[in-house]
């Protein structure tokens, strides 16, 4: 249940506040004016993004490398979620490449992954 709590506020972090304030501050998408498009936003953002993370993480946990298995797949599930987002109109990209997409999300993954590995293990330490 920790563990489960632990990598949504991380992906929370990680995705919405930095990724978010990195895109907006290089004009890399173009956001709409309409509340309800931000409101759908920050749905994708806060609620969808890391839930799917946190279901690769959970779907994922039983061997070590069914994670690296599985990683490009669950990258295409994300980047399809940001492609559908742009199609429907949430945002748009402006300057945005498909290839930072990737290294945006395997860098979210890796880091998540390590953090993970950290907080099991401190964890188990105090478990004792």
Same mark, same amino acid.
């Given at each position: 249940?920790?563990?489960?709590?632990?990598?949504?506020?991380?992906?929370? *972090?990680?995705?919405?506040?930095?990724?978010? &304030? &990195?895109?907006?501050?290089?004009?890399? !998408? /173009?956001?709409?004016?309409?509340?309800?498009?931000?409101?759908?936003?920050?749905?994708?953002? *806060?609620?969808?993004?890391?839930?799917?993370? &946190?279901? !690769?993480?959970?779907?994922?946990?039983?061997?070590?490398? /069914?994670?690296? *298995?599985?990683?490009?797949?669950?990258?295409?599930?994300?980047?399809?979620?940001?492609?559908?987002?742009?199609?429907?109109? &949430?945002?748009?990209?402006?300057?945005?490449?498909?290839?930072?997409?990737?290294?945006?999300?395997?860098?979210?993954?890796?880091?998540?992954?390590?953090?993970?590995?950290? !907080?099991?293990?401190?964890?188990?330490?105090?478990?004792?």
């Amino acid at each position: 249940m920790f563990e489960i709590m632990f990598i949504w506020m991380c992906a929370m *972090i990680l995705d919405h506040n930095v990724m978010t &304030v &990195v895109t907006l501050n290089l004009g890399m !998408y /173009q956001f709409t004016e309409s509340p309800s498009d931000y409101l759908a936003l920050t749905l994708v953002r *806060i609620v969808i993004l890391p839930l799917l993370i &946190v279901w !690769y993480f959970d779907i994922t946990s039983m061997k070590a490398y /069914q994670k690296w *298995i599985w990683l490009p797949v669950g990258i295409a599930v994300l980047i399809g979620v940001e492609y559908l987002s742009d199609v429907l109109g &949430v945002f748009e990209h402006t300057r945005w490449n498909l290839w930072w997409s990737v290294i945006e999300w395997f860098a979210v993954f890796v880091v998540l992954n390590y953090a993970w590995l950290w !907080y099991r293990k401190m964890l188990r330490k105090e478990r004792g």
